[in-house]
C-alpha cells in the first residue's frame, strides 16, 4: 500500500473459458460498486458488452459506459463480477462488487485485504 492507496495484480479473465486471460494491475476503490477495465483487455480475453448504464461521476457528470461479466482471479480465489468497459482516461478499478465476489473485504485501518467470513443461512 503506497500512499493510502492500495494496488493489487488480479487475474481477469473470460466467464465461459476460465483460463483465458491476463493479469491486470488495479486501484482498489471500495467506494465504487463495479469493477473498470479497459475496453482493450476486457475485447482480449473475450468479454462481451450486455448492456449500457449512465454513472454519475464525483463532480456531478454523467457518463455513458457498456458493462460485461468477466471472471477475477486474487490468490487462487475466484469470483464473478459486473465489469464496466473502460475509455480513455478512465482509470483502473476494483470495485466492492469485484473484490467481495472473490471473497475479500478491504480493512481500511491496516489497508490490507481480509478474508470475509462467508454465511450461509438454512434449515437444519
Known sequence: MARGFLFLKVFV????ELARGREVEFLVDTGSFYTMIPRE???????VPIKEQTFTLADGR?????????NLVYKDRPGGTL???GEEG????????GLESMGYNLDPIKGELEPIELLLTCQA
Open 83 to 85: 465489469v464496466i468497459f
Open 41 to 47: 483487455i476486457l475485447e482480449e480475453v473475450g468479454v
Open 90 to 97: 478512465d482509470q483502473i478499478l476494483l470495485g466492492v462488487l
Open 62 to 70: 454523467e457518463i455513458r459506459r457498456q458493462v460485461g461479466v468477466c
Open 13 to 16: 479473465g473470460n466467464p465461459t
